[in-house]
């Protein structure tokens, strides 16, 4: 009976999932639902044994969309470990992806050149997921999601889980910033990175002076173009694109530490008077020159602020996985 149950579900199991997944996970759930109901049970639970297999024939079949994690400033693969954990506890069989693309020292490479690099890793698994794919992109990371999202015209992105990300820009004296620029501070940090060869390097690409925003407009060769503070010819298009996604879930707190100001993981900023602004007073949600409006107008806008997490722990934090992420994995 036992064997008959375990290819019973296998055959289901593989026949329901459009996705590729890994032959030991699809083993390990398939042996767990069969475990669970042909294991001895005392007279009178075979009602319960039934429900329990119902339900795990239905997940089996439904499947959960394969996850993409895109790391982000000094990071590899390694760093997320616990997430993928948690993944696999709460929906067990999901395929995750994590790339040991632009790694470590690697990840100082421009964005548009690590854009391109995780498009062509990422788009296959894509292409194999009929039901589309969730994104959750940490820190430097959740930007190369974006730019992934606008330029690619027929991305199937349900969740776009930005976890911790410079989304409105970064502007602060942190130990990021003194390890890579020890002669600099961050109010004189523009004379390096608004120039053609700061521009080369991926903090520079996002880093956002308020008290220079002519220079910043004009010389960033990404953030600006992503939000369209510097014309950009393509922006409609890329709203277009933008907008294919599901869900936006923002992820923050005021103890992060790094991002500065930490609301701009909500696309919140600094004025020229360093107060910051919230994501619906800015410019680029009253306009929608990106589609943040139309995401709200929808109900499709979800921020889950969080006290007491520092920067490096966001992806390893259960609470905040627990709180912020995992109900937007189905």
Not at 179 to 188: C, E, G, T
Not at 191 to 219: A, E, L
Not at 242 to 255: M, Q
Request: glycine content about 8%; aromatic content about 14%; hydrophobic content about 40%.
């Amino acid at each position: 009976m036992r064997e008959q149950l375990y290819v019973f579900v296998t055959f289901v199991y593989r026949k329901g999932n459009t996705a590729k997944a890994n032959n030991n996970i699809v083993t390990g759930f398939v042996g767990h639902c069969v475990q669970q109901f042909s294991s001895p049970r005392k007279s009178g639970a075979t009602r319960l044994l039934w429900s329990l297999f119902g339900a795990c024939l239905v997940a089996a079949v439904i499947g959960y969309k394969p996850v993409v994690i895109v790391h982000g400033l000094f990071d590899s693969s390694g760093a997320f470990v616990e997430l993928l954990r948690f993944i696999n506890q709460s929906h067990p069989g999901t395929n995750v992806s994590v790339f040991d693309l632009f790694d470590r020292s690697s990840s100082l490479q421009p964005l548009w050149k690590q854009v391109e690099g995780f498009k062509a890793a990422i788009y296959p698994i894509m292409q194999n997921a009929a039901n589309g794919v969730h994104f959750i992109c940490y820190s430097q990371g959740g930007l190369i999601c974006r730019g992934i999202l606008s330029t690619l015209p027929d991305h199937n992105v349900h969740s776009f889980i930005s976890l911790s990300s410079p989304q409105a820009g970064q502007y602060g004296d942190t130990n990021y910033l003194k390890y890579l620029f020890p002669q600099f501070m961050k109010f004189n940090l523009f004379h390096f990175c608004y120039t053609s060869v700061g521009q080369r390097i991926s903090i520079c690409n996002f880093w956002k002076d308020p008290h220079h925003m002519d220079m910043y407009v004009n010389s960033s060769d990404y953030l600006a173009l992503l939000n369209s503070e510097r014309t950009n010819p393509n922006s409609t298009v890329w709203k277009k694109n933008f907008l294919r996604i599901k869900k936006l879930v923002l992820i923050g707190g005021p103890d992060d530490g790094v991002i500065t100001p930490w609301q701009s993981s909500q696309f919140g900023f600094y004025d020229d008077n360093e107060t910051v602004v919230e994501i619906k007073d800015q410019d680029l949600y009253l306009r929608d020159v990106f589609g943040l409006k139309t995401l709200n107008a929808r109900g499709d806008l979800f921020l889950c602020s969080m006290a007491g997490v520092e920067h490096i722990n966001w992806h390893s934090n259960y609470t905040v996985f627990n709180t912020c992420i995992e109900k937007w994995l189905v």
